[in-house]
């Protein structure tokens, strides 16, 4: 065949299907709660649920189905205790139940998972105008999902038996001024595996964990420009993190800012918010072994509301 005159007549066979599965999920719940508050400041929360799901996934391509049902009855409680002062303890404990969405890489349906969380923190309001807030934590969570690194297309997932979140939270918001006000809020976060099938991934930190967690953001009334309108900007830094729970990749660290426009007159409400405003390049995670995907570029969003 010259290679000046190509031929492109010629059949082309058809990729074969990698996979093509249906996954259907159900769930089903009563919930009951109860919240009591007593003269001298104290308040005492409260709950039950029961929950049942119905899992069933088919592949379309060998026709194998596999299903199963679980179902569990969790609880909560909280008690909380206003002073005078403007402190307010508080301690809670609850528990959870959920489905885990996906297969493993034969086709099994994933185990629910379960867990239990222990919290206490603290608020302080010395004034209308600000709020003060710091909780520590404790979690275990089972059955937690990650990718099969065996499973080239990353579709398929693996589960751990239990792992240990514990951290910090830190939040600051307010009016910082007349027309200003702000939220400041810094999360940090120690994630282990303590049980698991695999002694390679024991006391290893979960996938997609990030340790620190920091956001900034201000709102300004420009009310004396513009009756009506407001602007808002603030910053999310979010640490690096490892990518599966192999802790073989780490997914690198971002920043991003974000800006809000609102415009508020007698009916409508028109509201624009921009997120990674700068259009910022950056990982929103890297696979071990496969490469990374990008985070979400800028996005625009505008929404008019009117009241009647």
Not at 219 to 227: G, K
Not at 239 to 253: C, D, H, K, L, V
Request: net charge negative; glycine share 8%.
């Amino acid at each position: 065949m010259p290679y000046g005159n190509p031929v492109f007549d010629f059949p082309v066979a058809d990729p074969a299907l990698s996979s093509r599965d249906r996954s259907v999920y159900e769930e089903t719940g009563v919930y009951l709660q109860d919240h009591m508050k007593f003269a001298n400041g104290t308040a005492v929360t409260a709950g039950l649920r029961y929950s049942r799901f119905e899992n069933e996934a088919t592949d379309l391509l060998s026709g194998t189905t596999s299903s199963q049902s679980d179902s569990a009855a969790t609880g909560m409680i909280g008690i909380t205790h206003e002073f005078a002062n403007g402190l307010t303890p508080y301690l809670g404990y609850s528990e959870g139940f959920i489905q885990n969405v996906g297969t493993t890489i034969t086709g099994q349906t994933l185990d629910p998972s379960k867990s239990r969380q222990w919290e206490a923190g603290l608020r302080y309001q010395p004034t209308n105008d600000l709020m003060f807030s710091a909780s520590v934590f404790d979690l275990r969570k089972t059955n937690v999902k990650d990718y099969d690194l065996s499973d080239p297309t990353f579709s398929s997932f693996t589960q751990v038996g239990e792992v240990r979140s514990k951290g910090l939270e830190l939040e600051a918001r307010g009016r910082l001024a007349a027309h200003t006000q702000g939220i400041l809020s810094y999360s940090y976060l120690d994630s282990e595996i303590t049980k698991s099938s695999d002694p390679s991934k024991l006391g290893n930190a979960n996938a997609m964990a990030p340790m620190h967690q920091l956001s900034l953001w201000l709102d300004y009334d420009a009310s004396a420009l513009v009756q009506g309108l407001s602007l808002g900007a603030g910053i999310r830094y979010v640490s690096e993190s490892y990518s599966t729970q192999n802790n073989q990749r780490i997914t690198p660290s971002h920043t991003v800012a974000d800006m809000a426009v609102t415009y508020a007159t007698r009916n409508f409400d028109i509201n624009l918010n921009v997120s990674n405003l700068f259009d910022r390049d950056y990982f929103g995670v890297c696979y071990d072994g496969y490469g990374c995907a990008k985070g979400e570029g800028r996005a625009i969003k505008v929404s008019i509301s009117r009241q009647f």
